[in-house]
């Protein structure tokens, strides 16, 4: 498991052709930004999972030995890339979200939960880490900063559980 700090970024994206056409299996020209989202993820011990994400004002913490005790197999799904309504129904009731918060607040939470629990239920233990992420690129703006934030999120975990290499390491 990683004990240091880790930093990582993902640009933004601009569709200069085509951006409706993909929907449709059509060929769209696309470039990336020189604005990006980073995030700083450090590993801890105090039993929690912090998520900061200041351009948008969320700060969230959850005990992991509740996410641990959780039944997760709701997110068996074998290759669907997609959550159903179910699993985001259970994400719901484990982000613990006021009826009254923002939809950008909740998408992003339930975004880093899914993640989450979905990459580090695999670990023996589910790691105490704190997150931050913060944002060039504004949001709703069209310029891919909700998989920028995606990106971020699943690189971080895949590196923090060891799926995938850590490339600051070279």
């Known amino acids: 498991m990683l004990s240091e700090v880790l930093l990582v970024s993902a640009p933004g994206k601009v569709i200069l052709h085509g951006e409706h056409a993909v929907v449709h299996g059509k060929v769209a020209l ?21 998520l900061s994400l200041p351009n948008i004002g969320i700060k ?3 005990d992991v030995a509740r996410l641990q005790s959780l039944d997760t197999s709701f997110l068996e799904q074998g290759d669907v890339t997609t959550p159903t309504s179910e699993q985001v129904e259970k994400l719901k009731e484990v982000a613990g979200l006021p009826d009254d918060c923002a939809v950008t607040e909740r998408l992003a939470v339930l975004a880093f939960l899914y ?23 504004p949001p709703g703006a069209g310029l891919g900063s909700s998989a920028a934030y995606s990106v971020c999120l699943a690189a971080a975990l895949l590196t923090v559980c ?7 390491k070279d």
């Open 30 to 50: 696309a470039v990336s930004l020189n604005l990006r989202t980073f995030l700083r993820l450090q590993p801890h011990s105090n039993g929690k999972v912090d």
């Open 60 to 62: 969230r913490a959850w």
């Open 115 to 137: 993640l989450y629990l979905s990459i580090c239920r695999k670990q023996r233990a589910l790691p105490s880490l704190d997150i931050v992420v913060w944002s060039e690129l």
């Open 162 to 168: 060891e799926e995938i290499p850590n490339p600051l």
